[in-house]
């Protein structure tokens, strides 16, 4: 069945050093979405990312689709404190009728000031 | 915009008792809304999409008589956790969208604890 892997589990670093969370699924998806998860919170939906090859920017976060669409990462540039949280891509299969999304388990950034 | 509310945020139950939670997209209609499982420090997991007006599909392993899910409206969705027992104990999320393919806007959880 599909399953999307999403790696490291846990990053700690530096506030003012990059981090990248990768994702990796095992079919092709129509579309993959990236969410941020504050401690104690929701998940809220940071981006979508629909074509092959596709790369998206918001400031300091910048969003990759891999040619395959079966691949995607996350890339923030200069962690603040405030990008502290869980990070969780999630694939929509593509075929899908339903639109269910499958997500990662998520990578937890902590950022020490 | 794409606001999703959930009520209760927090609940306490005895075991045996039903516990029902609702999620409503206020500023949007939601065509599709998913409900989640998520434990401490994991991912989360779907349990079942309803569209409205239809019967939900369930995910695997998941027990259609157990989680009892409604989708009354275009911005109504409510979860029957029913004869609720301790391992029912979890942080209950659900998420609408308003298309299919189109991003899941969050509620805020709910907080279930069955004693």
């Known amino acids: 069945g599909q399953q999307v892997m999403q790696i490291p589990q846990y990053q700690h670093v530096q506030e003012g050093e990059d981090f990248t969370t990768y994702c990796n699924s095992s079919?092709?998806?129509?579309?993959i979405q990236w969410y941020k998860q504050r401690p104690g919170g929701h998940p809220v939906f940071l981006i979508q990312?629909?074509?092959?090859?596709e790369v998206k920017k918001q400031k300091r976060l910048t969003f990759q689709f891999g040619e395959a669409k079966k691949n995607s990462s996350l890339h923030i540039t200069a962690t603040q404190t405030t990008d502290v949280g869980t990070y969780f891509c999630?694939?929509?299969?593509?075929?899908?009728?339903?639109?269910?999304?499958?997500f990662g388990r998520g990578t937890q950034l902590t950022v020490w000031p | 915009g794409a606001v999703v509310s959930q009520h209760p945020s927090r609940v306490i139950c005895k075991s045996g008792t039903s516990v029902k939670i609702e999620c409503r997209s206020l500023?949007?209609?939601?065509?599709?809304m998913f409900w989640y499982r998520q434990f401490p420090k994991q991912s989360l997991m779907l349990m079942a999409t309803?569209?409205?007006?239809?019967?939900?599909?369930?995910e695997q392993g998941v027990e259609k008589d157990k989680f009892l899910i409604n989708h009354a409206s275009l911005t109504l969705s409510t979860l029957t956790v029913t004869s609720a027992h301790p391992e029912d104990s979890s942080f209950y999320i659900c998420?609408?969208?308003?298309?299919?393919?189109?991003?899941?806007?969050f509620g805020p959880g709910t907080r279930l604890t069955v004693l």
């Open positions: 998420s609408a969208s308003g298309r299919k393919g189109w991003a899941q806007y």
């Open positions: 079919t092709t998806l129509s579309n």
């Open positions: 990312l629909v074509k092959s090859g």
């Open positions: 999630a694939g929509e299969e593509r075929g899908s009728t339903l639109g269910r999304l499958y």
């Open positions: 500023d949007f209609q939601a065509t599709t």
């Open positions: 309803s569209n409205e007006g239809s019967k939900a599909t369930y």
